[in-house]
């Protein structure tokens, strides 16, 4: 992980020295920025502190090539670092997976974003804004890929831990406290007199005084406890001695507790951050401490029975920037580690298809009504963030492909016609508001010339306007992308059997016309992920860059939730439909996953009709993670009119399961209680039969009023959601994601991986 830190001083320095020692994660440090130090000042300025108390046992030395690098050496790693001395910095390329922004002066996501080539910053300081804010051990889990973030202040991350602490077992009433804080680098050695300071006192000098002053903390709580609001209100008082500092705080609660109760419980929990000191110590004792949250257990007061008093110490330099690692630890955990062997890359904001010729593959094979019309588009909506993405950088081309349908080869002409995406252009122009050009050739060389004249042409009318007088007038500004569609990718038999051992790419024209559509490849297809064909895997990285983009992205992190990043959470997995083949490959993967697994729909007929269904269902721990359905309505066929109450899963006589049952819902609904995520794949019922629908539009509400996660997987189910949907207004869908690929969602649980790479 590439990590760069703007600003040197107090945090600065603790933050450089801390990722240095640091043996657990692979930490590159590559550029600080540090206005007045000079490059052969540095070794003196990490050499030797006033404060902290550190190994020297690392090796420095100057570049001679480039003075402005220097190198730093400890045990068997070595970091380049580019020293960087400016206020400018807009000038620094940081080139960065996380930047640290220490110097005070960047308070603001607004301010932050003008940082080059950054994928992450963290504030190490409260901000001017309402930047998300995060204090590792108290609310870390809710970060959510934020591109700036702040790790509050640090007595906020001191006092936090031990609020939360207290909240979850006693519930806090109120507290207020005092922090008597060492001074910092904002304050005077003697009187200053600066008119910007607020407090006429803050300009005092540190020396001689003990200074009253606020804290950012109480706000501050409400960012990261957001229960506490208005119940916590606090004060500073800076006093002369230069790092660790102490909070007095007094906290009354609800439910009644004892000093050593509450100590005994911190014992227990074995944190990282929050201890408790039984030896009567003075504050250098806890110089370059780790821990943020240090209970002093021999100055405790009992005022009541549900009240007490209590100093916490902590190091406001060296352990505040331990939390703010962790954090970027955290952030690596969930963001770049699970990507990081992998060929590919997501759309981020550092990718440009300025003038490029952009190759976009997405899975436009929606499904349509009776009379051709779209009657879901869901597939085509969720590409639409990635197309406008690549718009607003003005490439010079896009182009649109898609497979629609299975069509067969060796028919007519006439009888493929029904496969042309052709449909898809008018469908299209409608929604990007721009003209789309549609490419009949597909994947042949006569595609070539269809570009060329669409380009032409496009180019001519850019370049001249017709003045009043009919005139023609030349413009100087640049026309605008062409747009253009190609006809379905599954019109060419290289496409398909791209996989084929004998597949020879050196022959095949599709293959050579399909590497030279595009200059960058943008993989949206996830619908489509789990098929080995051309035009998913098929263009080589030096034709250009690939890129997976926005739905990509979505999607495997969606389904990560319930494969990779789940040991803490509670998981349900609902299966249903028809096709039970695909889905008992799924059980298996998932049993050692998740918590719960339950079979509905279709499914529960091919149990009672066919053995080997039978056989492997028996296999699956049943009623210990495994639950079937057991009643509903069906009937001997769906021509009969009326469903009949069906129970059990035998004497039948020939009837089937055509949507799920009271007594089934309920235990149902009693396990979506249990769990944290419910992954959904496969309906309860025939929903596209009037009679048999009710059962998973009754499952989806329940769902959908749940407030758990929820991942909708599969095809026919994300249609039956999205169009339940489409007919209810004020629906809330913060927690759901639906997928647009179902064999791809199911491939990817059963895989662990995405594709063919
Ligand atoms: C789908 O609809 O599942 C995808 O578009 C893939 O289509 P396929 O199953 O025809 O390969
Ligand atoms: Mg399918």
Not at 181 to 186: C, E, L, V
Not at 187 to 203: A, E
Not at 382 to 407: A, C, M, Q, W, Y
Not at 527 to 546: Q, T, V
Request: charged share 20%; hydrophobic share 35%.
């Amino acid at each position: 992980m590439k990590i760069g830190i703007n600003g040197f001083g107090r945090i600065g320095k603790s933050l450089f020295l801390q990722l240095l020692f640091d043996s657990t994660y692979d930490f590159e440090l590559t550029a600080i920025n540090a206005i007045h130090l000079s490059i052969d000042q540095i070794e003196n300025y990490l050499k030797y502190d006033s404060t902290h108390h550190y190994n020297k046992d690392f090796q420095i030395s100057i570049c001679e090539e480039n003075k402005s690098y220097f190198i730093i050496s400890y045990k068997n790693k070595s970091h380049k670092i580019k020293l960087w001395s400016t206020k400018d910095t807009n000038i620094i390329d940081w080139s960065v997976d996380i930047l640290f922004e220490a110097s005070g002066a960047f308070l603001t996501t607004v301010d932050c974003l003008k940082h080059k080539n950054v994928k992450k910053v963290i504030i190490t300081a409260p901000t001017k804004d309402d930047t998300n804010t995060f204090v590792y051990g108290v609310n870390h889990e809710n970060y959510n890929n934020e591109h700036i973030i702040s790790c509050a202040s640090c007595t906020t991350t001191c006092i936090s831990p031990f609020l939360k602490f207290m909240d979850s077992n006693y519930t806090i009433n109120n507290a207020s406290f005092t922090t008597i804080h060492a001074s910092t680098s904002s304050q005077y050695v003697l009187d200053t007199p600066i008119l910007s300071k607020k407090s006429g006192r803050s300009v005092r000098s540190i020396f001689n005084n003990l200074i009253p002053a606020t804290t950012g903390a109480s706000s501050a709580i409400k960012a990261i406890l957001p229960k506490l609001e208005g119940k916590i209100h606090g004060l500073a008082i800076r006093v002369p001695t230069n790092n660790v500092s102490l909070v007095d705080l007094t906290i009354e609660c609800i439910d009644e507790y004892s000093i050593n109760e509450i100590c005994n419980k911190i014992d227990v929990m074995n944190s990282i951050i929050m201890k408790v000191e039984k030896n009567e110590l003075v504050s250098s004792d806890f110089q370059t401490s780790s821990y943020c949250t240090i209970i002093d257990k021999p100055s405790m007061i009992q005022l009541s029975k549900n009240k007490c008093k209590v100093l916490i110490w902590y190091d406001n330099e060296w352990s505040y920037s331990t939390q703010c690692i962790n954090m970027s630890k955290y952030i690596y955990e969930k963001e770049f580690k699970i990507y990081e062997n992998k060929q590919y890359h997501f759309i981020n904001d550092y990718v440009s298809f300025k003038d490029k010729n952009v190759l976009m593959r997405v899975d436009y094979n929606v499904p349509l009504n009776k009379d051709d019309s779209i009657s879901d588009d869901f597939r085509i909506t969720s590409t639409l963030e990635s197309i406008n993405r690549v718009l607003k950088d003005k490439p010079n081309r896009i182009i649109l492909s898609t497979h629609f349908g299975r069509p067969k080869l060796n028919k007519s002409n006439e009888e493929n016609k029904k496969y042309s995406t052709q449909f898809l252009v008018s469908y299209l122009e409608e929604i990007l508001k721009k003209k789309v050009h549609f490419l009949p050739s597909g994947l042949s060389f006569q595609t070539y010339h269809d570009i060329k004249m669409v380009e032409k042409q496009n180019y001519l009318y850019s370049l001249y306007e017709l003045d009043e007088d009919f005139s023609p007038r030349l413009l100087t500004n640049t026309c605008d992308p062409s747009i253009f569609l190609l006809e379905n990718l599954r019109f060419h038999n290289d496409e398909t059997h791209f996989e084929n051992p004998n597949f020879n790419k050196e022959t095949s024209e599709a293959y050579i016309v399909w590497n030279n559509l595009g200059n960058v490849f943008v993989n949206c297809a996830f619908g489509c992920s789990h098929r080995n064909h051309l035009s998913m895997y098929g263009f080589k990285p030096s034709s250009g860059p690939i890129y997976y983009d926005y739905l990509m992205e979505r999607e495997i992190k969606a389904l990560e939730e319930i494969t990779v990043n789940c040991e803490d959470k509670r998981i349900l997995t609902i299966l249903g439909g028809a096709k039970i083949d695909d889905k008992l490959p799924l059980c298996n993967a998932l049993l050692s996953k998740i918590n719960h697994i339950y079979l509905g729909g279709g499914i529960i007929n091919s149990y009672i009709y066919n053995e080997d269904h039978k056989a492997f269902i028996e296999t699956l721990e049943l009623n210990k993670k495994t639950f079937l359905m057991n009643d509903g309505y069906g009937n001997s066929s769906l021509q009969e009119n009326n469903g009949k109450y069906l129970q059990g899963y035998t004497y039948l006589s020939n009837h089937y399961y055509y949507d799920i049952g009271t007594n089934s819902l309920n235990q149902l609904y009693e396990l979506i209680d249990k769990n944290d995520i419910i992954f959904w794949n496969g309906t309860m019922g025939v929903v596209e039969h009037e009679l048999y629908k009710a059962g998973s539009e009754k499952l989806l509400d329940y769902l959908l009023n749940s407030g758990k996660r929820i991942i909708i997987g599969g095809g026919d189910t994300a249609s039956f959601v999205n169009n339940y949907i489409k007919k209810r207004e004020n629906m809330n869908l913060k927690n759901v994601h639906i997928c647009t690929g179902g064999g791809a969602s199911i491939e990817y649980i059963i895989k662990g991986k995405l594709g063919f790479y």
